[in-house]
């Protein structure tokens, strides 16, 4: 099997593609980030950050740096256009009351019911670290994932039940992986995209769940880019 | 006599702070944190404190200090790993059993000192439902939805970072600074400022981000 899978570069461009104008969108750390560099420029939204700030623009020239302008990474940032900055009671009021439109997350699994499990992979000497993830499972009106499709060790991250803690129960909506755009529906997963030169045989063989083709079930395409080192 | 909330520095400004007190601490992704008066309350040496703050430890704060005076007993936080390979202080003494830990998810964090300022004594949040951090929590159905009961946050001292105060305790923030300054300055007995400046003109009212209701003493502490 010589399957040529997405980057991680190319699977946050396919998710920003389904940012539509006018949304207001909260992204997680790591692959999430980057959807905000592959949207059009049609593509008109507020970029929420669990930090309080509504409108994160892109990350600070060096000579621009403030050290109180910050996103909820700690990443140096700019602000948009039209940006406003609350505290953080009113932040989470805004994700948890369901005025966030999506939140894409980074994933360790996804079951076939939605139930999520992305902050504690139990590594042993570490603290936990929670942060804002499972209110923005819970509250924001779209779930969406971003994760390869297998672990490292080539096991599934699709999977019937999640065996990391949860993050949230039946919350994930759409998931963007190297080999597939999968929708989780009452009726389980079904997957919209796949990779070209893949067969369902092979989707199947590396996922953990029980799949379903979509009757027009398309082809995963992304541009080439160069995914830095 | 005149409203006058400026103290001259930090260690007077924490000079009454007891053993065992619960220490409510601004700051988030690198703004805010209110690390004058969390160095002026490592001198004090205070012990068996409890720790209300966001990150137990992060590289742009000074919590850590305080851990590793062995000062705290516990620490309620929504993080509590470094990015770091090598295990942070507070890691350490977590491990072996030396300091507990709540941890919380942040939105929830949030709203519970929000409710200890605001005279809430407990509330349902569809957040952490079916988690191990709901684990031993009251579960009640609303509008078909399960919910889980979090009670309020309240402390005995809040330590908070801001940009600008006048003599009434009347507060501005710049940008991202925020973040968890308001609600715990209303959650404490004792809520402390420190600022970049404290201006002898009142901050005109449309500019106060924090009324001085909610705040106590006020410490000029530079950049």
Known sequence: MTVQPLNRLQAAWRAARDIADGMVVNLGLGMPLHVADYLGPEVDVFIQSENGVIGVGPLAPTDRIDTDLVDAGSRRITLRPGASIVDSSWSFAMIRGGHVDVTILGAFEVAANGDLANWDMRLPNKGPLVGGAMDLAVGARAVWVIMEHMTRKGTPRLVETCTLPLTAVRCVKRVYTDLAVIEVTHDGMVVREMLDDMTEAELRARTGATLVFAPDCRPLVAPPIAQPE | ?223
């Open chain 2, 1 to 223: 006599m005149p409203i006058d909330k400026r103290v001259n520095s930090a260690a007077e400004a924490l000079a009454d702070v007891s053993d065992g007190a619960t220490v409510l601490i601004s700051g988030f992704g690198g703004a805010g944190f209110a690390n004058v008066l969390i160095r002026a309350l490592c001198d004090r040496g205070a012990k068996n404190l409890t720790l209300v703050v966001n990150s137990a430890t992060h590289r742009y704060s000074l919590t850590h200090e305080l851990i590793e005076a062995g000062l705290v007993r516990k620490i309620v936080c929504s993080a509590a790993r470094s990015h770091n390979a090598e295990p942070t202080p507070f890691e350490r003494l977590w491990v072996a059993g030396k300091i507990d830990l709540e941890c919380v998810p942040q939105g929830t964090f949030a709203e519970r000192i929000r409710a200890g300022g605001a005279g809430i004594a407990a509330f349902y949040t569809p957040v952490g439902f079916g988690t191990e951090l709901a684990g031993g929590k009251e579960v009640r159905c609303f509008d078909g939805r399960e919910h889980v009961l979090e009670q309020a946050i309240k402390g005995d001292l809040a330590l908070v970072r801001a940009d600008t105060a006048d003599r009434y305790g009347n507060l501005t923030f710049r940008y991202a600074q925020i973040n968890f300054g308001p609600v715990m300055a209303m959650a404490a007995k004792l809520a402390v400022a420190e600022v970049r400046t404290v201006l002898d003109a009142p901050i005109p009212h449309d500019r106060v981000q924090l009324p001085g209701v909610f705040v106590d003493r006020v410490v000029a502490a530079g950049k």
